[in-house]
Structure formats: structure tokens, C-alpha cells
């Protein structure tokens, strides 16, 4: 088996299991109970806490655990919408942003708030210059994805964090699931508000994330109940899962080390290969793309089909987000990338991991042009 939809979800690395049913076993208790048994639990989380703040490079008081970036995301911009609403409801976004930015952003519309969509070039980013021109005086926040997790394109996050430099009042959301390990990160530097992880696209756990924010900055909480996570997050803290995912972006970084210089490579010798196969578009941007991701089209192909026919030989890939790939409708970012819609209907992804291997790619790559190869024949009138 070739496993190529690391953007959808990544294999647990062994240690992060080993870690994790460790942490179920001998620290089970409640880290909000008082007695010794939930001290030990709370004393775990916490180090988990700073680990991963270390990690990013922030303060570990800065750090909340979630189950995941869809959580991470809707308690960012819900939280951030309806506790500064007073100041403004004005909201801006990419028009490629994931669906749990996208669908949370027409919730806060249906109360009342304004949304504006920015477009993006054909390479899918957005400019530094449109998001400027859209902030006005009721402007409260602003949500860019760090890396597009269709088509791989790293958004001017640095530059547009600079930019609101100038706008103090403006918060500024970054969803950067895809980009955690993949692409350089300086949240300090970047002036990044908040900002969405999860642990299961970096070899951790499903149901697993946390969320950066920014010391000073108040958000209104999605759950009410018992108030943990410094009142920002209710429900009995995942302890196992949050050790877990802190092995998890340890390792994870330590391997990207040397591997993104094999993601690269691998991602060259897949772009190279599919160049020269007929019947195939490439959308992935030359430049400013995270090594990982690599999209492309199959002109007067289904997707679906294309994609069980390769499942047939043991490789797994996928359409668009895994979050829609379900739903029978033309790829939105492709859309708004300005590829036409038969094409964007069939978009194929191929996602890496640091533990995928340039043998793995080239097989890959001969299974694709013999895959298009046989479906071109049975699509012959």
C-alpha cells in the first residue's frame, strides 16, 4: 500500500500510541479533581502545554487544546465575532478558505455579520494589497489560511501580519493545520493573533488540536459547562490525547528536519512526471506552494473513478479537502483559482508525509500515466 492523502490525515507514529495509552493508563485521573491522582493528570497536561508551546515559540499560557482544527477554527472566529461585535461585525476571508472557516463565517452572516470575500490570483493567493483596501473602520478580524489544503498555496501570512501592524484594533486568524512542520512559522513575528493546529495531519491523533491566542485577547467561549482551559474551553480535558499530540509535533519536526528536502524532491519528480502525461493539468503553483501537496486535473475524467482505479493498485489519494471530497460538486478553490469547471470537477490530490519515500513517488507516478492510459481506452467511443 502507497498512502498518499497525508493532508486528509496522517498514520500515528508508534511512539505517539505508545505515549498516548501510557498517559490513559497510569494518568486516568481528572485534572480538575483535587486529590493526587488528578494532580498527576494536570501536572502531564501541563507539560504537554509547554512542549507545544516551545514548539511554536509562545508562551504555554497561550496554548488551549481542542479536539481539532475545525474546533480550533470556529472557536477563533466565533469567540473573536462575538466578543468584539460591540467595536464592529465586519469579517474579511480568502474565497479558499477551509469549510470550517468558510461554513462558521455564514453562521456569523445569518446574525447579522458582514463577510467579505477576497478573491485570489490563479495561483490561489490572496494579495497583501486587497486584504489593506477591504479593512474598514468596523473591520474586527481577518482569517487566512497559512496553507491552502487543496492545492498546497502558502498565503502572504508574514506580509499581511505586517500590514496590520498599521490597524491594532484588527485581529488577525490564521489556520495553519496544513502548514504546522511544513513551512517556517514565526507567530511572534508574523503578528498572529490566533491560530489553529491539529494534531492528526502531523502523525498525532484525530480528535486532538489546540489554539494559539495571543495574550491579552478575549474570545467568548463555544461551551458552557465547567470552565477548563482557563475558561476559554468546557469538558474534561483530553490528558492522553494533548501528551500525544506533543510527541507528535516533536517528532514530527525533528523528521522535517531532512524531510521536507525529500517532500521537495518528491514533490519535483511527481510534478515533472505528470507534465508529461496528456490529459493532465497541473493547478499546484510553481512557486510560493508547500512541499507536501501537489493538485492536478484529469480532463474528460472522473475523479472518482480515477481515484478507485488507483485504489485497485494500492494507492490512495483523493479529490479535493477530505472534509467535501463526499459532496458531487466542482473544487472551490479550483473555481476561484479561475480553472474552468469540467476541470475543476476533477481534481485529483496527492499529499506527502516526511515518512513517504521517493521510490513510493515514482510508483506512484508510473500508476497514474498507466491508470490514464486504461481509462482513455474504456472512455473511446
Do not use: W
Not at 137 to 159: A, C, F, R, W, Y
Not at 161 to 189: C, E, I, R
Not at 252 to 268: I, P, R
Amino acid at each position: 500500500m502507497i498512502y498518499f492523502d497525508n493532508s486528509a490525515t496522517t498514520k500515528p507514529y508508534k511512539e505517539v500510541l505508545d505515549s498516548y495509552v501510557k498517559a490513559a493508563s497510569d494518568y486516568y485521573g481528572n485534572p480538575s479533581s483535587l486529590h493526587s491522582c488528578g494532580g498527576q493528570a494536570e501536572k502531564l497536561l501541563s507539560q504537554a502545554r509547554e512542549q507545544i508551546a516551545k514548539l511554536l515559540g509562545v508562551k504555554a499560557a497561550e496554548i488551549y487544546f481542542t479536539s481539532g482544527g475545525t474546533e480550533s477554527n470556529n472557536l477563533a472566529i466565533k469567540g473573536a465575532a462575538f466578543t468584539y461585535q460591540n467595536r464592529g461585525r465586519h469579517i474579511i476571508a480568502s474565497s479558499v478558505e477551509h469549510p470550517s472557516v468558510s461554513d462558521c463565517l455564514e453562521q456569523l452572516e445569518s446574525e447579522g455579520f458582514e463577510i467579505t470575500y477576497l478573491p485570489v490570483n490563479g495561483d490561489g493567493q490572496v494579495s497583501v494589497e486587497a486584504v489593506d483596501k477591504a479593512i474598514r473602520k468596523d473591520t474586527i478580524l481577518i482569517s487566512v489560511m497559512h496553507v491552502n489544503n487543496e492545492v498546497g498555496t502558502i498565503q502572504p501570512v508574514k506580509e499581511i501580519g505586517k500590514m496590520l501592524k498599521n490597524y491594532p484594533s484588527v485581529l488577525f486568524h490564521v489556520d495553519a493545520v496544513q502548514a504546522v512542520g511544513k513551512v517556517p512559522m514565526d507567530l511572534a513575528g508574523n503578528r498572529i493573533d490566533l491560530l489553529s493546529i491539529s494534531g492528526h495531519k502531523f502523525h498525532g491523533l484525530k480528535g486532538t488540536g489546540a489554539l494559539f491566542i495571543r495574550e491579552g485577547i478575549r474570545l467568548t467561549p463555544l461551551f458552557a459547562g465547567g470552565k477548563q482551559e482557563r475558561n476559554i474551553r468546557s469538558g474534561t480535558e483530553n490528558v492522553a490525547g494533548a501528551v500525544a499530540m506533543a510527541k507528535a509535533l516533536r517528532l514530527y519536526m525533528q523528521k522535517s528536519e531532512t524531510g521536507l528536502t525529500v517532500m521537495k524532491n518528491m514533490q519535483k519528480l511527481l510534478r515533472t512526471g505528470l507534465g508529461h502525461i496528456e490529459d493532465i493539468q497541473i493547478n499546484t503553483p510553481l512557486e510560493n506552494a508547500a512541499p507536501h501537496i501537489l493538485n492536478f486535473s484529469l480532463k474528460g475524467m472522473k475523479s472518482e473513478v480515477f481515484i478507485h482505479a488507483l485504489e485497485q493498485k494500492g494507492i490512495f489519494v483523493s479529490t479535493t479537502s477530505a472534509c467535501s471530497s463526499k459532496r458531487k460538486s466542482a473544487s472551490k478553490t479550483l473555481l476561484a483559482m479561475g480553472v474552468p469547471e469540467d476541470l475543476a470537477e476533477s481534481g485529483i490530490r496527492l499529499s506527502l508525509s516526511v515518512e513517504n519515500t521517493e521510490a513510493e513517488a515514482k510508483a506512484v507516478l508510473d500508476a497514474i500515466e498507466t491508470t490514464v492510459e486504461q481509462l482513455r481506452k474504456v472512455m473511446k467511443p
